[in-house]
């Protein structure tokens, strides 16, 4: 009798820890296709990289020898003679990415408060809005790249719609210019806001993914805390920036990171240029750009950490952990 | 003061019929009634906005469709248009013609089917690999599943474009651990460092009678549609990351009493995955289906000579890679007068082709996109 109802505890015993393990074994089920995927195919991809900027492949006899360049490759990546632009256009390039972000994440914001207000028309709004989300990855602009050519060398005639010719027609910067002109506002900050008009098309279509985290972050935020704060007697300014903006401040900071990593991975001047490098320059070309890729993320990794940095100061978390 | 009287006056009842009443009193008069409603500064401030707030979206909602506008009125000029100085948005004769030759010459059908097959595999196979992923990251406590959650923002932040030399090498030379390789009679070989090979070694090589791809230094998968299954199936398609993160937010939002009432009915794990937790989030999947059946879609990177593709003779028949990309023979050199912006309407007009299905399937699918990521309860922690 004893015995039996001993062995049920030690049973149950076993049982109740047998769970925790249970599940962690279910956890590593679940993300094995991951692990998998980055043991057997990522990285060997992130070391083959790694280990093609460290070496020079010549060939000796019809075959391909490697020597190993104890990082000479990254020195040359900056005072090879093939290679006098680079520091300049990466650092122009991150440059401008970096002064992108702000217009985009205002830019996305501004719509995504907009775009929640009731009014007629919102469902067919929020559609047009998000049809940049579908067709970003630059198909319309690899077709559009050739049609941009004639607009230059063409000013009359049938507007075949590429967006080289959407922005002057939108917006004509010169107007902008005399209109700020008789503002006194200095000459970088007009260069800045100037530029962002003209380029209102490519903020727009870069825009679509972070309208939609924002919008999604409005739709979460409780509207008793509306209620109260209206009973209270807040101006519609007051309410947007004391309680809109701090509740949203989290979305704010998921947006930066989206809108940087997604600017300086997808096409751009810089990417362009490293891959040019590759068969400018004979034999060191290989390594000496994927040297140059390896230098852009860490800068990338920076932008990243300093844009984090910056910004989680100011991110309010409603519930502290 | 003469209008509260009036309402508060009691009214006067008067019996009209059997079972009907009438009921006088002395409404407020029709103009005294509109000017408090609109002659105030609050309702000329609403006007005011409202008029504002069309005109701002109208205007960005014209910047994003304008080029489609173009583009749709271009792609439909017959091509005495072009010659035409006086003809610019809107057509004088209508034409189908080059959407025709577009459809014939360049096997419109065949791209598509293509690439249809190949964006609706992939795209499944990312959403249940993502969601799969993303709640064993969400759900569950093991060790080491914070250090696998930052591999995954890596694999976010590295481009893959700064990988793509890297990448083409490894599916030129696909290998595991070095089996293929082995069998293939290529040796031991390890990360490219350490290789190893013997006479007898290399008569160890019945995988190369199984076909062409199979060479001494591993698989070829260039120039077929392995390279994507194998990327997705391991999410590491593009921006998976992304999705696995979405996900695993809106799976941490799904309250943990959900899945231990299952647990205590008997059920397991990944029962309760199946049945209970899939079933609550498809707006999530279709969000998260929608972005990769869409990037897969129009992708140009993945697709083109520089990836998986080196080869145009033995590579799949996709839409991004044929279609818009050259002008179809009977419509070369047409318009000889402009071949510029007759060339440029041609190639537009494949572009619009290419998303034309997009454009139908997201017209269906929009409102889950809203929907999806609002349930997600999206946050950055």
């Known amino acids: 009798m004893t015995n039996t109802v001993d062995v049920k505890k030690t049973k149950k015993k076993k049982k109740a820890a047998s769970l925790e393990k249970k599940k962690a074994r279910a956890g590593w089920i679940f993300v094995l296709p ?6 057997i195919v990522y990285f060997p991809i992130v070391f083959e990289s790694i280990r093609s900027s460290l070496f020079y492949t010549t060939k ?11 990082f000479n490759s990254y020195y040359q990546a900056f005072f090879h003679p093939d290679t006098g632009e680079f520091t300049q256009t990466l650092f122009s390039g991150i440059g401008e990415i970096v002064l992108d972000i702000p217009m985009i994440l205002l830019f996305s914001l501004f719509m995504a408060v907009l775009l929640n207000q009731k009014m007629v028309g919102r469902a ?16 319309m602009d690899a077709i559009d790249a050739s049609a941009v050519i004639d607009t230059m060398t063409n000013a009359d005639g049938i507007d075949d719609g590429s967006g080289g010719s959407t922005s002057g027609q939108v917006v004509d910067a010169l107007d902008m210019q005399r209109l700020f002109n008789g503002i006194s506002v200095t000459d970088g900050m007009l260069g800045y806001v100037t530029n962002a008009i003209n380029d209102i098309f490519n903020i727009v279509n870069r825009s679509g993914v972070q309208m939609l985290i924002f919008l999604a972050g409005l739709q979460s935020i409780s509207p008793a805390i509306y209620e109260s704060v209206q009973i209270d007697g ?12 701090p509740m949203i401040s989290p979305m704010i900071l998921v947006n930066a990171v989206y809108t940087v990593i997604d600017s ?35 800068l990338v990794i920076a932008v990243l950490g300093i844009v984090v940095a910056i910004l989680s100061a100011y991110t309010f978390y409603q519930k502290k952990k | 003061m003469n209008n509260t009287q009036n309402v508060n006056s009691k009214p006067r009842v008067r019996k009209e019929t059997k079972n009907k009443i009438r009921v006088d009193f002395e409404r407020t008069s029709f103009k005294e009634r509109f000017k408090a409603k609109f002659l105030t500064f609050n309702f000329l401030k609403k006007v005011v906005w409202a008029i504002v707030r069309y005109i701002l979206l109208v205007g960005v909602a014209y910047i994003v469709l304008f080029p489609f506008f173009s583009k749709i009125s271009a792609s439909v000029m017959s091509y005495t248009d072009f010659t035409d100085s006086m003809v610019r948005l809107i057509p004088k004769n209508f034409s189908i013609e080059i959407y025709k030759a577009i459809f014939v010459e360049q096997e419109y059908m065949r791209a598509f089917g293509n690439t249809f097959l190949l964006s609706i595999s992939t795209a ?8 799969f992923i993303a709640y064993g990251f969400a759900k569950f406590k093991f060790k080491g599943n914070k250090l696998l959650f930052a591999c995954v923002i890596l694999t976010m932040i590295i481009p893959h474009r700064t990988l793509a030399s890297s990448i083409r090498l490894m599916f030129t030379n696909f290998d595991v651990f070095g089996i293929f390789r082995f069998f293939s009679g290529g040796g031991f070989s390890f990360l490219g460092l350490f290789e190893y090979n013997n006479d007898f070694l290399s008569s160890i090589n019945f995988m190369q009678s199984w076909g062409p791809r199979f060479t001494s230094s591993g ?7 392995w390279p994507f299954m194998i990327l997705s199936f391991c999410g590491l398609a593009f921006k998976n990351g992304l999705y696995i993160f979405l996900l695993r937010q809106f799976f941490m939002g799904v309250p943990d009493e959900l899945e231990e009432s299952a647990y205590i009915d008997g059920s397991g794990v990944f029962r309760t995955f199946f049945t209970i937790i899939l079933p609550i989030s498809i707006p999530m999947m279709i969000t998260v289906f929608l972005f990769s059946f869409s990037w897969s879609w129009t992708d140009i990177f993945y697709s083109s000579s520089q990836m998986f593709f080196n080869d145009s003779s033995k590579a799949p028949y996709l839409l991004t890679t044929t279609i818009g990309k050259k002008i179809p023979a009977s419509l070369d050199g047409k318009v000889p007068s402009n071949t510029l912006k007759w060339d440029a309407a041609v190639k537009s007009t494949g572009g619009l082709m290419i998303i034309f299905p997009l454009v139908i399937m997201y017209l269906f699918c929009q409102k889950y996109l809203v929907q999806g990521i609002e349930r997600s309860g999206l946050t950055a922690d």
């Open chain 2, 124 to 131: 499944i196979i990312q959403t249940f690999i993502c969601s």
């Open chain 2, 219 to 225: 698989v070829n998968l260039m120039n077929s549609y």
């Open chain 1, 234 to 245: 807040a101006s519609a300014w007051e309410t947007f920036w004391k309680i809109t903006v």
């Open chain 1, 264 to 298: 300086f991975t997808s096409e751009n001047a810089v990417m362009d240029y490293i891959n040019s490098i590759k068969t400018k320059i004979p034999e060191m070309g290989t390594a000496i750009s994927a040297a140059m890729s390896w230098i852009y993320f860490i």
């Open chain 1, 34 to 39: 991951f692990v998998i995927g980055f043991v």
């Open chain 1, 60 to 70: 000796v006899d019809g075959k391909f020898v490697d020597t190993f360049n104890y």
């Open chain 1, 124 to 139: 067919a709004f929020r559609a047009i809005f998000f049809v940049p989300v579908i067709l970003s990855t630059g198909i």
